[in-house]
């Protein structure tokens, strides 16, 4: 079946520091892949998403790309601040259904 | 601005207790989703619904069940709260069959069952 791995938390850096966070897949077909991110205190929201093989999605500072060969979507931003403290979801959806599967989360926690 | 709301945002009841989350979403979406998060576990998919009244079992449905009257409206159901319950739980909408199209959550529910 389907599944995401992420690399265990916490992760703690210093502010401006640069950032990744990896994310890797088991998908049979063409998912679409997504990162969720959840501030203290709140629900998930969509971070950014990539829909096919090669493509970019970025938002706030945040990339990821969809590398089909290696199976991964890895979380990178090139200076982190405090206020990027959160959890983030890595996820995928199947491209015959509706429903996402998410991976465990990593925490995120910013020192200024 | 889109919007998916829950009843309670912290709720504590006692074993054995039926406990009634509910979700509301005005974005007119077709699915509708409870999820219950853990650390370490992420989230699980609980129930989700395609339609009003259709539902099917998600990851983890044993002990709970779910009703949808109505098109924004979604309840997750413990019939019998045990403590193993204890659990932020989470709902969410999304359209259908758009495979691009992301998830909107709520803000979560925090569950305690003493």
């Known amino acids: 079946g389907n599944s995401v791995t992420q690399m265990e938390g916490p992760v703690t850096l210093s502010e401006e520091a640069f950032l990744t966070i990896n994310c890797t897949y088991t998908?049979?077909?063409?998912?679409?892949l997504f990162w969720y991110v959840q501030y203290p205190g709140e629900g998930l929201q969509l971070l950014l998403k990539?829909?096919?093989?090669?493509d970019k999605g970025s938002n706030k500072g945040f990339e990821a790309t969809y590398r089909k060969e290696t199976t991964s979507f890895h979380l990178e931003k090139g200076s982190v601040q405090v206020s990027d403290s959160a959890v983030y979801f890595c996820?995928?959806?199947?491209?015959?259904?509706?429903?996402?599967?998410f991976g465990t989360g990593t925490r995120l926690a910013v020192r200024p | 601005d889109v919007k998916v709301t829950q009843s309670s945002r912290y709720l504590v009841k006692r074993t054995g207790e039926k406990v009634f989350l509910e979700c509301v979403q005005d974005?007119?979406?077709?699915?509708m989703f409870w999820y219950r998060q853990d650390p370490g576990l992420g989230l699980r998919l609980i129930y989700f619904?395609?339609?009003?009244?259709?539902?099917e079992k998600g990851d983890i449905p044993e002990g709970y069940s779910v009703s949808r009257e109505k098109k924004e409206r979604f309840s997750l159901i413990l019939e019998s709260a045990s403590t193993n319950q204890t659990s932020m739980y989470l709902c969410?909408?999304?359209?259908?069959?758009?495979?691009?199209?992301?998830?909107?959550f709520g803000p979560g529910t925090r569950l305690t069952v003493l």
């Open positions: 969410a909408s999304s359209l259908q069959g758009v495979v691009t199209d992301t998830q909107y």
């Open positions: 619904s395609y339609d009003v009244k259709m539902k």
């Open positions: 998908a049979t077909g063409y998912p679409s």
């Open positions: 990539a829909t096919k093989a090669d």
């Open positions: 974005m007119d979406h077709e699915n």
């Open positions: 996820a995928l959806k199947k491209s015959s259904g509706d429903k996402l599967t």
